[in-house]
């Protein structure tokens, strides 16, 4: 059957554009392939000391890793309301930042210690619509910027200017968020984030309920599409990796804490906390590396 003029054309203009959209997609650069992380043994975790944050620390040279927990927080912070500590990170030249928070308020706190042994906070007030918890740092490859994440399922995460760090930061002033990284797929109570290149980040997750990934418990990885800097926004590209272990002797609701990347000896690894009393006697320190 023989089509109108009209309806010839329409089919024609719509030809020309399926083509045209497959040489676009052709030139088009490929998606950041997906790590694989394979695990390779664990170590206790204590539920005191180690129980929510871990970070690697290259200077001074030879130093033990760092871990955060209830039993790490010192007596001069938490007298002042600084009750919770989260997964901590180190700059590739010492300078060492744990995130805290308080029951209430609207500023959340950044600890810097930097690589002399001095200590600084950097006190930030709460942009609107942020959520008060502070679960996690991650400092970029080049120091300048810090990221951090919200509690709840989120589509963002936060960028700062390095406390102590970049030189438009002070203990005496506010430290301003910067930008926002966009993600592409939302994700639930990341625990815990570190870079493994420029625009890389392998993130830990708390999720429980599984629905966004079909997984619980996931680590993601987060591609950006640009390194953190300055105000410019950028976007990530969220991708669920796998789930993390979950064994223990003890039976119920397994908690994700915090992760770190050693990119001096390419080692991955993730705290998990065991449920009930097996918290005490079997939570621990995943180790993985990329195969």
Known sequence: MRL?????????????VALATAVVLSAAPPAAAADTWTEVGSDRADPLTE????????????????????????????????NHVGDPDASYDGHYIEPYQRDSGSTKMFRVQKPDGSRAEYVHALSPGEALNNSWVAISPDG????????????????FPTPGVNSST????????????????A???VQGCDFSGPTTL?????????????????????????APGGSA?????????????????????????????????GTLRVIVISPGFCVLTDSKTYRFTRS
């Open 4 to 16: 109108p003029a009209r309806q010839r054309c329409h089919a024609a203009l719509t030809g020309v």
């Open 51 to 82: 129980s929510q944050g871990l970070t690697s620390v290259e200077v001074p040279a030879n130093s033990p890793n760092r871990y955060t927990g209830i039993g790490t927080i010192p007596a001069d912070v938490s007298s002042r309301g600084w």
């Open 144 to 159: 300048q910027w810090m990221l951090a994440g919200e509690w709840g399922t989120m589509t963002r995460l936060l960028v």
């Open 170 to 185: 002070s203990p005496s002033a506010n430290l301003p968020q910067a930008s926002t990284v966009n993600l592409d797929h």
């Open 187 to 189: 994700v639930r109570d």
């Open 202 to 226: 392998l993130c830990s997750s708390d999720d429980p309920a599984g629905t966004l990934f079909g997984i619980t418990k996931p680590l993601l990885q987060i591609d950006l599409s640009a």
């Open 233 to 265: 926004d950028t976007s990530g590209h969220v991708t669920a990796l796998r789930q993390l272990p979950l064994r223990s002797s003890c039976s119920g609701t397994f908690e994700t804490e915090g992760i770190d990347y050693d990119r001096r000896t």
